[in-house]
């Protein structure tokens, strides 16, 4: 058993070249969000979920990005609704999100 039953990951990576990045599309926004939501529902701590910001996850292009491990699930979201998706659907239900879901 893994230290987190979900480990997610949000790419917070700010460029300042042009070239889109997550920080533009509100991914520390949601970060909080989804932390602050999991830490309601009791989600959080050993055997639990960990929300965990990190910089460039190298997909930027497709942004703003997330990963879920184990698995290695990418997600990509626009607002709090997708956000509440991905925690409903594979945090609480270990359903992906195939709408939002990205190419492994």
């Known amino acids: 058993m893994t230290y987190y039953r979900h480990h997610v990951f949000f790419c917070t ?16 926004e949601m970060r909080n969000h989804l932390k602050q939501r999991a830490k309601a529902l009791g989600l959080t701590g050993p055997g639990g979920v960990q929300i965990s910001t990190a910089g460039c996850l190298g997909r930027c292009e497709l942004g703003p990005v997330v990963v879920v491990y184990p698995e290695g699930v990418w997600y990509t979201f626009v607002d709090q609704e997708d956000i509440e998706e991905i925690l409903q659907s594979h945090l609480l239900a270990g359903k992906h999100v195939k709408r ?4 492994g």
Do not use: F, M, V
């Open 13 to 28: 990576n700010a460029r300042d070249d042009g070239r889109q990045s997550c920080d533009q599309c509100g991914a520390q």
């Open 100 to 103: 939002l879901k990205l190419p």
